[in-house]
Nanobody, 126 residues
Framework: VQLVESGGGLVQAGDSLRLSCTAS???????????MGWFRQAPGKGREFVAA???????LYGDSVKGRFTVSMDGDDNSVVLQMNTLEADDTAVYYC??????????????????WGQGTQVTVSS
């Protein structure tokens, strides 16, 4: 199973950006995610939780993005979207998609996720 991210890029402060992530699977490796979400890592810093959603629509957000970012998961095709509005320079980071196949609760910890994408760069110029 691979998580494939798309949508990163270079934008200006105040702009919006939409990240997408889809699980790439085959019939020999079934994949059903309980939750999918996003973490990010800025240069010289640890990985930070951004947002996550369960297949039922329960969501969780990091404090620094509340009110600006929206996460949504499609349980039918194991995909997750992160809509980022009013971007700030501090949002600059590599954004990683993550999936939790186990549950039963939504998590804001790296240990709560078992599958990771390769990351996509988001750069916000001030």
């Amino acid at each position: 199973v691979q998580l494939v991210e798309s949508g990163g890029g270079l934008v200006q402060a105040g702009d919006s950006l939409r990240l997408s992530c889809t699980a790439s699977t085959d019939s020999t490796h079934p994949f059903i995610a309980y939750a999918m979400g996003w973490f990010r890592q800025a240069p010289g810093k640890g990985r930070e939780f951004v947002a996550a959603s369960t297949w039922r629509g329960e969501t969780l957000y990091g404090d620094s993005v509340k009110g600006r970012f929206t996460v949504s998961m499609d349980g039918d095709d194991n995909s997750v979207v992160l809509q980022m509005n009013t971007l700030e320079a501090d949002d600059t980071a590599v954004y990683y998609c993550a999936a939790d196949q186990v549950g039963p609760t939504i998590s804001n910890r790296e240990q709560g996720y078992d599958t990771w994408g390769q990351g996509t760069q988001v750069t916000v110029s001030s």
